[in-house]
């Protein structure tokens, strides 16, 4: 297998687990502003994107310099949509996100229900880190396993 069908294999194997931990949606909850993620309204750009093996520091992979870009964008409603891109090939989820103190619940809605939480820490006032677990495909042998997700991520301006 090429290189590059083995990174479109490991996306296609991240891209849902990545997205569910970063962005998530919800149910037919009616649509109502929520004052707790005020700071997070906007368009957001992923400048870090990393995945880890939990037990093995040495073992990152930066997928941004793998040419991957993620965006969200978070509505005063708290309903958000997330696109992932890596190789040419976008995947892209739409939910709604809660937050409590520093916590982010996730409430996936699009492509299929999942519920997944995130740490969050305000970096600078355009500039926020999520942290989370996901499952990633380390050997690119079509097995992902578990993984910590670090996203640091710049508003958009505009």
């Given at each position: 297998m090429t290189p590059k069908a083995a990174q479109l294999r490991r996306f296609r194997v991240l891209g849902p687990f990545l997205l569910a931990a970063l962005a998530a949606c919800s149910d037919s909850t009616p649509v109502q502003p929520i004052d707790d993620i005020t700071e997070l309204i906007g368009d957001w750009d992923a400048y870090v994107l990393d995945v880890s093996a939990p037990g093995s520091p040495g073992l990152t992979r930066d997928l941004l310099a793998e040419g991957a870009a993620f965006r969200i964008n978070v509505q005063p409603s708290g309903q958000n949509t997330a696109v992932l891109t890596l190789l040419g090939a976008s995947q892209v989820e739409i939910g709604t996100l809660v937050r409590t103190g520093d916590?982010?619940?996730?409430?996936?809605?699009?492509?299929?229900?999942?519920?997944?939480?995130?740490?969050?820490?305000?970096?600078?006032?355009?500039?926020?880190?999520?942290?989370?677990?996901?499952?990633?495909?380390?050997?690119?042998?079509g097995e992902p396993g578990d993984a910590d997700l670090r996203t640091e991520l710049a508003r958009r301006e505009g």
């Open positions: 916590r982010l619940t996730l409430y996936r809605a699009v492509p299929s229900p999942d519920t997944s939480f995130a740490t969050y820490t305000r970096l600078a006032p355009d500039s926020i880190r999520l942290d989370g677990a996901t499952r990633f495909d380390f050997q690119g042998d």
